[in-house]
């Protein structure tokens, strides 16, 4: 039989991400901190607490199991209350500690990659109105400036802002994040100051570091018209594709920036990027609903025919993963697949989900796109956010009380594709036989 029908290119890169908030533990001194002393914020009064340790040394038995088993990349992000704790008061001592931190990740033979915003503000940022005042960027161009100078001779692969588009949602539509608002209008003024914090910290970056490559991390939100003859269906499908999928993303093309009835022009997030990252989870079925006008005039849904993540929270839908590759090869740029996963303790559906949606990523390569690595969200069980410890996405077990990693058995599936660089047929046979049917799903 021949065994290796899915060949990754060389050089591939195979890892998986974190960030410091899920995973740090004893951040006090961000937003996220605030939100989890509000009653009510985090689901069962959960609280970040102790997350996976890291900043206690943990990390290096993580990444060992990584390196052990094939990985050879690892994005982790560094955490800016930590770094600027007060206005223009740096801790040296934190930065000492990142250093550490990346040449362990070094010495193990992971490559870096180092995300500068992951959803949390320093509370001094966060007091003073976060990303709606218009001198967050700058401030966050300071920050980027002082880290960059002390870790530019460890990292080279760089992301300024994680999920923008999901901080402006969660945080100014949902209200699921910090500050819980539901304000279009903040909506755009966050978006707009992201925008230019991007495009400051893309310039500070690119002038201590020429060389280095520097992106953003898009959630790509697969979504299509519940029904597809229903005009009114496939205007709010636009609109929420339009807003949610391109607004930023364009924004660091052309510098023009459209999210819902505003606009902007920003010329200095012109051709700000090296790459595109995609974080991709899942796709929506849309339908207009005219009384609904705090969800913007529509109900989401997932398609009732799909496999179901055990909280609801994810369908399998791997063809979006290509649409979001597909979507990715618009900007021209190579492509860095910077999350994909699913939230499973019982790892009943991660198998299948990991074999479908590498089957995509290995297509997409055939027809010529240029990605260069694969980062699977995560390595452990980390503190999901409003959700906390109820969604559990770690290829490994996290026991929170005891601080103890077990093993998944989905882990020696991705040891397999990494350390062989291929999607083995063996596996596809096993976990996703369908895609040998003629006409696969
Ligand atoms: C995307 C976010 O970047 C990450 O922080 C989160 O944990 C995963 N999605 C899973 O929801």
């Not at 996220?32 to 985090?42: F, S, V």
């Not at 201590?208 to 018209?225: D, E, H, L, S, Y």
Request: proline letters at 5%; glycine letters at 6%; charged letters at 25%.
């Amino acid at each position: 039989m021949n065994k290796g029908t899915c060949f990754f290119p060389k050089r591939f890169l195979w890892g998986t991400a974190t960030s410091s908030h899920q995973v740090e533990g004893n951040n006090t001194n961000n937003n996220w901190y605030i939100w989890d002393q509000t009653p009510g914020k985090i689901i069962g009064g959960a609280t970040a607490g102790l997350a996976c340790d890291w900043w206690n040394g943990r990390w290096k038995e993580d990444l060992a199991h990584a390196v052990e088993d094939g990985q050879n990349i690892h994005r982790l992000s560094i955490e800016w209350s930590r770094i600027e704790p007060q206005p223009g008061k740096w801790d040296e001592s934190a930065l000492l500690a990142y250093r550490e931190m990346l040449k362990g990740i070094l010495a193990l033979g992971l490559k870096p990659m180092v995300t500068l915003h992951h959803f949390t503000d320093p509370i001094w940022i966060y007091e003073r109105g976060g990303w709606e005042n218009e001198e967050t960027a700058a401030h966050f161009a300071q920050y980027v400036e002082k880290t960059v100078g002390a870790l530019h001779d460890l990292v080279d692969l760089w992301v300024t802002i994680n999920e923008p588009t999901v901080y402006v949602f969660s945080g100014y539509m949902s209200g699921e994040f910090p500050p819980g608002k539901n304000d279009a209008k903040a909506a755009f003024q966050v978006l707009r100051n992201l925008v230019r914090g991007h495009a400051c910290a893309y310039h500070t970056i690119h002038r201590i570091q020429p060389t280095a490559m520097v992106g953003f991390a898009k959630n790509f939100r697969a979504m299509a018209p519940a029904r597809k003859w229903f005009l009114p269906d496939r205007w709010v499908n636009t609109f929420s594709y339009n807003s949610f999928n391109n607004a930023f993303a364009d924004a660091l093309i052309n510098g023009k920036l459209k999210f819902a009835m505003w606009k902007d022009i920003l010329p200095e997030a012109i051709a700000t990027q090296d790459f595109i990252g995609v974080n991709y989870y899942t796709r929506d079925l849309i339908k207009f609903r005219l009384f609904k006008p705090k969800e913007i005039f529509q109900e989401r849904f997932f398609d009732p025919a799909a496999e179901m993540s055990e909280t609801g929270f994810i369908a399998t839908e791997p063809v979006g993963f290509y649409e979001s590759l597909q979507w990715a090869q618009r900007y021209k740029l190579p492509i860095y697949i910077t999350e994909n996963g699913v939230e499973d303790s019982r790892d009943s559906v991660r198998p299948h989900y990991l074999t479908t949606h590498l089957f995509q990523v290995w297509k997409a390569i055939q027809t010529g796109m240029d990605i260069r690595g694969y980062i699977h969200w995560s390595q452990v069980d980390n503190f999901e956010w409003e959700r906390a410890w109820t969604q559990r996405f770690g290829l490994w077990e996290l026991d929170v009380a005891t601080q103890k990693r077990t093993r998944r058995p989905s882990v020696d599936i991705y040891r397999d594709i990494c350390m062989s660089n291929e999607l083995p047929l063996e596996l596809i046979q096993l976990h996703a036989p369908e895609l040998l049917e003629p006409r696969p799903r």
